[in-house]
């Protein structure tokens, strides 16, 4: 007899036991062979800005301070020729209710997990996302179930999940950890068969909707404050949520063209499901262990069709190094007196480089901070990197070998963005997409171009090169 | 002894090395997917027991006793003493050595 709760057995029925605990029948908006309609998904299960901005309001989260950061400014201005070094600004979305951007996210999945009438919300997440969900949850009177990946198989913690989980414990919720390994989603899939709640899972249009928000409110803040637009915006880019939602946000805001950049942690050569490299690396978010794969391949997500579509919207993705970004953290609270979280400054370590290649009238907005805490601070994730071995040096950071050694520049004009090449980046995409078909329809030959955000020649010319008809 | 109703955390196997997804790398397909969670002890029991608890959300876990008020200890660290090096050299570069 096969047993019902084996892993093939749960992991079978995964779409049955997601349409219960998203309340969205995600087979309406297929349309092609591998298309579906992502702007009625978005259209359908969300709110209009206007009244997200009102959820928020009344959640403790949005309305968060762009601040400008001078000596870093004036730093940057140290490396690049006189006229250049834009103003870079901050979004201190530390200060949104649990001391992150995520509360933005959270806000409107738990307010639709109400609103449907469940009982409680699970999320999977070993991010800011656990305790955001949580505090949103103890707003509503939701019970909240959080499920981690902390350890390794001898039970040594990440400090900066551990602190995670202080946090979803602190907000009343259940924290389930588990060691190392993707088969995460067979144990949160059983629990939400075993209780019913709501899979407020980053990747439902709620999600993305929720941090519209935050791309519409930096523009504003910005009008305000500079009389200008933002010429340049960097995203800290991991499963691609942050980019799309924010992205989709500046555009509902103005009509004008602005850079949008996503950048990740440089962490190539470690296996994000290896029992041994997993506390081998010093970030667990933002890096391009989840960046690349989501990008090529978005619908990997823990719903059917993820709403973080980030190569739709992305004009240059770049990669710094975990020394890079240690460094800049440290700067951000030596120059700036801030102290906040290490992974949210992979932005801001990409944004003090990216400043110095802009003139010096033009402003980069780095749109997300984070709270820093026990375990999860500069300090403490460097003394854990040295515990398991992993070198912490001066030098130049380009020498770093992720999971062998950290270096941190030994000034900070060796600060420099690596641009990751998106036309690859959009091969994959492409190739992902179409790996089980000979040919598809014109229906998905629109969808991979907006994707891709490419146009038909650009796009015929790849399924020419991969050997795919286009049949109307 | 720890006492029924006592909050602690337990440890479970979820899938043993060989029930593992068939996609993980060889050094993780070798140890199993381990869970800890935490709850009210449903009767009296010795640490290390196979126990039942109460979760937070009302649901039942089983799984062997590892602690009782099972405590957060995770801080700053040992001293880096890098981190205030970065701090003096960006101060240096900025405001000068007058600044010291």
Request: glycine share 8%; net charge neutral; with cysteine.
């Amino acid at each position: 007899m096969i047993n019902q709760n084996s892993y093939q057995a749960v992991m079978a029925r995964k779409n049955e036991i997601m349409k219960k605990a998203v309340g969205i029948d995600y087979s309406l908006y297929e349309t092609g062979k591998i298309s579906f309609d992502y702007e009625k998904l978005m259209r359908d299960n969300g709110y209009p800005l206007s009244g997200i901005e009102a959820i928020q309001k009344a959640h403790g989260v949005g309305s968060t301070p762009l601040k400008e950061l001078h000596n870093i400014t004036a730093l940057a201005r140290h490396y690049c020729p006189k006229g250049f070094g834009a103003r870079i600004f901050i979004k201190d979305e530390a200060l949104n209710d649990s001391g992150s951007f995520k509360a933005r996210r959270a806000s409107v999945a738990v307010y639709r997990a109400k609103t449907l009438g469940y009982k409680g919300v699970i999320a999977a997440t070993s991010g800011n996302y656990g305790a955001a969900v949580a505090s949103q949850a103890a707003k509503y009177g939701l019970k909240c179930i959080v499920i981690q990946e902390c350890y390794d198989s001898h039970q040594v913690g990440q400090p900066e999940i551990i602190e995670k989980a202080r946090a979803c414990e602190a907000y009343g919720a259940e924290v389930i950890q588990l060691s190392v390994g993707p088969e995460l989603f067979y144990t949160f899939l059983r629990l939400l068969e075993e209780t019913g709640y709501f899979n407020a899972s980053l990747y439902t249009p709620f999600g993305i909707a929720g941090i519209e928000t935050l791309g519409s409110e930096l523009v504003q803040d910005c009008l305000v404050q500079t009389k200008k637009l933002p010429n340049m915006v960097v995203c800290t880019n991991a499963g691609g949520g942050n980019l799309s939602g924010t992205a989709r946000g500046i555009k509902k805001a103005t009509d004008k063209a602005i850079t949008i950049v996503g950048a990740s942690v440089n962490l190539k050569g470690l296996h994000m499901a290896s029992d041994h490299d997993f506390n081998r690396k010093s970030f667990t978010t933002g890096h391009t262990g989840f960046g690349m794969p989501f990008m090529t391949n978005p619908d990997r997500s823990d719903v059917p069709r993820s709403a973080a579509r980030p190569l739709r919207y992305i004009d240059r993705y770049v990669t710094v190094t975990q020394g890079e970004v240690f460094f800049m953290t440290e700067t951000l609270v030596a120059l700036e007196g801030i102290e906040r979280g290490p992974a949210g400054n992979t932005s801001l370590a990409a944004a003090f480089s990216l400043a110095q290649s802009l003139p010096a009238s033009q402003i980069i907005v780095v749109q997300e901070t984070e709270y820093t805490g026990a375990g999860k601070h500069h300090q403490a994730q460097l003394a854990f990197a040295k515990q398991n071995g992993i070198k912490v040096d001066f030098g130049n950071p380009q020498d770093e070998i992720p999971g062998t050694s950290i270096i941190l520049p030994s000034h900070p004009g060796l600060i420099k963005a690596q641009e990751v090449d998106l036309n690859q980046i959009r091969q994959s995409l492409v190739k992902n997409s179409v790996k089980n078909e000979q040919f598809i329809t014109e229906v998905d030959l629109d969808f991979l171009c907006q994707e891709t955000n490419q146009d038909y020649p650009w796009l015929k010319n790849e399924l020419k090169k991969l050997g795919i008809g286009v049949i109307k | 002894m720890i006492k029924k109703n006592t909050w602690v955390q337990i440890e479970k196997v979820v899938l043993k090395p060989e029930e593992r997804a068939a996609n993980v790398p060889l050094d993780t397909k070798q140890v199993p997917l381990l869970m800890w969670v935490k709850g009210y002890l449903q009767n009296d029991a010795q640490s290390g027991d196979l126990v039942s608890i109460t979760t937070l959300s009302g649901r039942t876990e089983e799984g062997l006793l590892v602690a009782e008020n099972p405590a957060f200890k995770h801080n700053y660290g040992d001293f880096v003493p890098e981190i205030l090096q970065i701090n003096q050299m960006v101060k240096k570069i900025l405001f000068g050595d007058s600044h010291d």
